[in-house]
């Protein structure tokens, strides 16, 4: 039987000599339903007697709950169910986290740990009887001070969030890879800087949403909502009910956008003990924008950095130290701490960096627990040693093109392994660079630069490179306590009685296409027009192992699973067909879409035929043989390796690597920042469906803006929440982000199906360095510069205040 | 607290009568009473504009606007664009260009360009940055909304 060493390295390699549709902008085939508005999203699904679930929050960052009375609210009429932390006690078990030991149950039991941390709930004919059922439940809190700083939550006698702890540290190690302390040693520049990067988040337009449904008879949970890994969540709801994963099962619906937190955990718990309390009938939850920002997944990397680069005379990165203080929040249940652990796999960008250290606090706070976000920790990162190689260009007089030649691992090095362990596949970033530069005109931007100086105004440029790791593993976060290594991922390949083909798949819509590229692929291994092919959701109890978008690999892997499958059809197929050809499997091919015999171009038929001779004509075939046209394959990463003691394995399978460059100006009476061009050179090798690369691209920079110029959640000292809406919590609209000039480069990935690499973080991993890196060139002859996200027109006016005169 | 009125109004061409709750949002009477789900909620602030639909040839935020304020209105929702199985040009130009990723913020981008086609056949840049200003989409960066308006007024005026 075929395997993973079987699927082919490029399209080359396909069974169809003239492949139509991988590499085209093919159209969306998800396109049509979402234009129409009949895509069926959570919020759109109604079941028979379903109720309505609201949530009631804790007004405090940290009080002790005395008293729940909702005996008034169960009283109101229409209202079914109300659930209270002691519900939670009794039929639940705290939720796991990462690192272990620092999660809750859904409801608060004993006291409430963040602004916006449920604390009961109400299941009611409608969502208006259930909030009118809220106002009426009566709690009593006895208030405990709150800690909102992370260095603060460090000191003795700050507020504990886990008395039984003792202390807020989640976490505290140091990572060393290579000889650091000797390439600081002997370096003959060392570049020191502290960076603050704020909370910010995914806000998908679309909020959580959950339907369950506990058969109280026979003891099963049924959710459907919209869930970004489907299995995860439903493997974690079995944890904190006590249930056999068999008696879970998790229907994922399309969902609008998620980058990384789609899953709301806490309203699937609680919606499935009020189920439960209910009688089984079926409870809906819609988070609404409040409470998705005060409550949901709306929050990461709320960081601390102090960081330095070691240099030689010709400015040749030595070594590399980061402390990083990362402030996780009230607990560890959203995976946020991922985020921490994910630099390990491009801790040294695209440098030759041979040493380097990582010391790492993970530290408690009474803020909303951090989630994943797209890019999942490596944007800040990249942020810190960008804007280092610039504070080292300006050190020694180098341009800042110039110092990231220097330091490039070279095109002939890979695949290469980063002092932080994880192995790049391929690459030439040298290329990147310098058809970035090409683009950007980059000598005659640099003297409209210096000509707008000279007339008063201030203009910088920002020149970055990164690394896009993609098609994550769980190795890669080993040493925040996630186990296991690899990411299995499923498709199943049919052909029906008609000769159509349907692929089968355990992941819901979220956005970026994947139906589409699964499609092309398979039409393209089977030489089918793309109409033939539809792709399908599985639930979990039906679908082949998987886990879905997330961490860059859907692409890659939904392509490996597709081709794997459709291998494996083949070979039965071509076991019938030998049969029919009266000949043996091994003198059968399939080619254009014709099972044949090899050599004998007359001597074939159509793969459909075959297929249609195992479902209906039993009579042709022999005793034993496989009547089913259908296959499963599930594709993982080959070659992972687990974590060493230090953190390093082979993680990430592939690297994409990008150069953006990006003008901006700085207003210096209004402090802000206008993004005036933008050009990005992108090495993702193979592209499936451009047109999809270049939206995951353009979205990304649209991200970066947000998180380099507006995003930011803030809490006061008390750690209560300043911005809880959009008119506080502020998203790029189309005012802000620029229209991007790309360019794509194609280095293909040695290791993967077709040469894909991992391309859906996009360009979080670069605009935000890029646009931050720019600012302080535009700052530069001001003798001043700024180390904090985002970069407001308050952050920058303040810092203006302390400016050399002008 | 729940005053109900009767009110009546016509959606898509097509007139409703309901009973509603004096509190109940348009957004709410369209998706939850006529069952027209193409419309999302993305803030239920009035700031993403996801909920945008004509409200007599007018772009309204129905997340912020009562049921029974259109009463007696003409209504159009994503629902109305298409032409049975042909998709509006917008509609069209959206699929071409990439112009959407996860879909749900798109209806609401559609009837805003919708009013702004409607209201003129060759827009300026400005006018499109300014309808678009409006929305939120966190998927696709605009660039390829912005392509599809473009595409959608050559469509349109090609079908004239």
């Known amino acids: ?806 | 607290m729940t005053t109900t009125r009767r009110i009546g109004m016509t959606v898509n061409g097509e007139r409703h009568e309901a009973e509603v709750e004096v509190r109940t949002t348009l957004v709410d009477f369209l998706r939850g009473t006529l069952g027209l789900t193409g419309t999302h909620v993305g803030c239920e602030h009035g700031v993403c504009g996801a909920c945008t639909v004509l409200w007599n040839g007018k772009a309204v935020r129905s997340c912020i606007m009562l049921a029974v304020q259109a009463d007696g209105a003409e209504v159009k929702t994503v629902e109305g664009l298409a032409d049975g199985a042909t998709l509006h040009p917008i509609q069209q130009a959206f699929l071409e260009k990439h112009g959407l990723q996860c879909g749900f913020c798109t209806p609401g981008f559609m009837m805003s360009i919708h009013e702004l086609l409607t209201r003129t056949s060759a827009p300026t840049d400005d006018e499109i940055v300014d309808t678009l200003g409006g929305h939120i989409c966190r998927c696709t960066g605009y660039q390829a909304i912005v392509e599809a308006v473009h595409l959608a007024v050559e469509k349109m005026r090609a079908s004239k």
Request: aromatic share 8%; proline share 7%.
């Open chain 1, 1 to 806: 039987m075929s395997g993973v060493d079987d699927i082919p390295k490029s399209v080359a390699g396909l069974p169809n000599t003239s492949p139509r549709y991988i590499g085209q902008p093919v159209e969306r085939l998800e396109d049509p339903a979402l234009l129409t508005g009949r895509t069926q999203f959570i919020d759109d699904v109604v079941l028979p007697r379903m109720l309505h679930c609201a949530i009631l929050r804790s007004p405090h960052a940290h009080a002790r709950i005395v008293a729940v009375d909702t005996s008034e609210a169960a009283k109101l009429p229409g209202v079914v169910a109300v659930v209270t932390g002691e519900d939670a006690k009794r039929w639940s078990n705290p939720t796991m986290t990462v690192p272990p030991g620092w999660g809750t149950h859904c409801l608060a039991t004993d006291k409430a740990r963040f602004v916006g941390e449920p604390v009961a709930a109400v299941a009611a004919v409608s969502r208006y009887v259930a909030e009118d059922a809220l106002e009426l439940i009566g709690v009593e809190y006895e208030s405990l001070p709150a800690v909102a700083d992370a260095r603060k939550a460090l000191e003795p006698g700050s507020p504990l969030l886990f008395e039984e702890h003792g202390h807020n540290v989640m976490l505290q190690k140091v990572f060393t890879w290579g000889d650091v302390d000797a390439a600081f040693a002997s370096a003959v520049h060392v570049v020191q800087q502290q960076f603050r990067w704020n909370r910010l988040g995914a806000n998908p337009l679309e909020t959580f949403g959950v339907v369950s449904e506990w058969d109280v008879v026979d003891g099963t949970l049924t959710c459907r909502g919209s869930f970004q890994a489907q299995n995860h969540f439903a493997m974690a709801r079995a944890m904190v009910f006590n249930l056999p994963l068999n008696k879970v099962r998790f229907i994922s619906h399309p969902h609008g956008g998620s980058f990384g937190g789609k899953g709301g955990a806490r309203g699937t718990d609680i919606t499935a003990l009020l189920s439960r309390k209910a009688g089984g009938r079926p409870v809906k939850w819609i988070e609404d924008r409040m409470e998705y920002l005060a409550g949901g997944a709306s929050q990461a990397w709320d960081r601390h950095y102090d960081a330095a680069i070691a240099l030689d005379t010709n400015g040749k990165v030595t070594g590399f130290k980061v402390k990083l203080l990362d402030d996780l929040g009230a607990t560890a249940e959203g995976w946020g701490a991922v985020s921490a652990a994910k630099p390990l796999t491009n801790f040294t960008g695209c440098y030759a960096i041979p040493a380097a250290q990582y010391d790492l606090t993970i530290v408690a706070t009474n803020k909303l627990p951090g989630s994943p976000y797209r890019g999942m920790g490596p944007p800040p990162h990249n942020w810190v040693l960008e804007q280092l190689m610039d504070l080292a260009a300006r050190k020694l007089a180098f341009d800042p093109a110039e110092i990231r030649r220097r330091n490039f691992i070279p095109p002939e090095a890979f695949p290469y392994t980063i002092a932080s362990g994880n192995e790049y596949d391929s690459g030439d970033y040298r290329a990147a660079l310098e058809t970035a530069l090409e683009m950007a005109d980059y000598p005659a931007l640099r003297a409209e630069q210096l000509r707008l100086r000279s007339e008063g105004r201030y203009v910088g440029i920002g020149l970055v490179n990164t690394i896009e790791p993609g098609v994550f593993d769980w190795n890669a976060y080993a040493i925040v306590g996630q186990p296991g290594t690899g990411v299995p991922e499923g498709a199943t390949v049919a052909i029906d009685l008609f000769g159509k083909l349907t692929i089968k798949v355990g992941f819901a819509l979220e956005g970026q296409g994947q139906y589409t590229v699964a499609a092309q692929v398979l039409a393209d291994y089977f030489a089918v027009d793309i109409a033939d092919v539809r792709v399908v959701a599985l639930d979990t109890l039906s679908a082949p192992p998987h886990f879905g978008p997330g961490g860059s690999r859907l692409g890659v892997a939904l392509t490996g699973a597709v081709l794997g499958a459709a291998q494996r059809l083949t070979e039965k197929l071509i076991a019938v067909a030998a049969v029919l050809f009266q000949t043996t499997p091994e003198h059968v091919e399939l080619r254009n879409g014709m099972i044949g015999v090899k050599g004998m171009p007359e001597a074939q038929m159509p793969f459909q035929q075959v297929a249609q001779t195992m479902l209906a004509r039993s009579d042709l075939l022999p005793p034993g043989i496989d009547p089913n046209p259908e296959s499963t394959f599930v594709w993982t990463a080959p070659g992972r390796t687990p974590a060493d003691d230090q953190g390093r394995a082979k993680s990430y399978l592939t690297a994409a690597n990008a150069c953006h460059i990006v003008l901006v100006e700085v207003d210096i009476e209004t402090a802000q920042v206008h993004i005036k061009k933008y050009w990005i050179a992108d090495d993702c090798g193979t592209r499936l469906n451009p047109a999809n690369v270049e939206g995951q691209t353009q979205g990304g920079v649209a991200q970066g803006v947000g998180a380099a110029l507006l995003e930011e959640a803030v809490y006061d000292e008390d750690a209560q929440l300043r911005t809880s809406t959009f008119m506080d919590y502020l998203l790029p609209t189309i005012y802000e982000v620029p229209m991007t000039e790309k360019r794509a480069l194609c280095t293909p990935s040695p290791f993967t199906p077709l040469g894909a690499k991992g391309c859906g973080e996009g360009a979080m991993h670069t605009t935000p360095a890029a646009i931050l890196c720019a600012i302080n060139d535009a700052l530069a002859p001001l003798g001043v510069a700024l180390f904090e996200v985002p970069a407001s027109p308050q952050r920058i006016w303040t810092l203006l205040q302390g400016a050399a005169p002008r």
